[in-house]
């Protein structure tokens, strides 16, 4: 990797991570499938208006696309660009207008991700990888003295993890049907649905919705079957 100057914590699991402000040198890295041998990943770094960085225009959760195949950042990628040419180190824009590439401007409040925020395969940005898929979803679920960050590295609504959402996942998520989190034996995998003052909907690109306390219901199985289908299909 090339970044010399931070502590990555390597993510290759699903779930929730917790990172202080990049000034003490802490960053997060994310691999498709949590697989480190890939040569692209991205980069999550969590920037407050402190210390070395008390005059950023904006702070929250910033999140870079790293391709150590390429050598430098010669040739900016956005929509409608051939993907095999794009940056070395890219910064996924929360505010999808790619400003960076298209020489807009040199950074402003809006490309950090904020507190509710969603970055997943249909968002924009995408955190999909140049030319495939990547099944990483990463939500901002809280920003105070540390950046609380919950990722996914499946396809969501694969819940026998055999990479495609099918009736074998449908009848799972029946058997949880109308459990809460104040449950017994609450299993929060399938609350795929909005909750607690963010959204995991993937089709909804991380719109507010508060959902308390959490339940499996109505808005978790609309997703799902949406979700219908999704991943490899072959036998």
Known sequence: ????????????????????????????????????????????????????????????????????????????????????????????????????????????????????????????????????????????ENLNEVATIRLSLSLLGDFNLDDKVDAKDLALFSLHWGEAETSPGWNPIYDIGPRNGFSMDPFNEGELVLESPRRIDEKDLDILVRLFGMGDVSE
């Open 1 to 140: 990797m090339f970044l010399q100057w931070v502590d990555p914590i390597l993510a290759r699991d699903s779930e929730e991570y917790h990172l202080n402000p990049s000034h003490d040198g802490e960053a997060l890295i994310v691999f498709k499938n949590g697989d480190d041998s890939l040569k692209e990943y991205f980069l999550v770094e969590y920037r407050k208006r402190e210390a070395f960085d008390a005059f950023l225009p904006g702070e929250g959760v910033l999140i870079y696309h790293v391709d150590d195949t390429i050598a430098n950042n010669k040739y900016e990628w956005y929509p409608g660009m051939e993907p095999s040419k794009h940056y070395k180190v890219a910064l996924e824009q929360s505010d999808g207008r790619w400003d960076l590439e298209l020489k807009t401007n040199r950074g402003d409040e809006t490309d950090p991700w904020r507190e509710g925020m969603a970055f997943m395969p249909n968002s924009t940005p995408s955190s999909n990888y140049y030319s495939e898929p990547s099944h990483i979803y990463m939500w901002v």
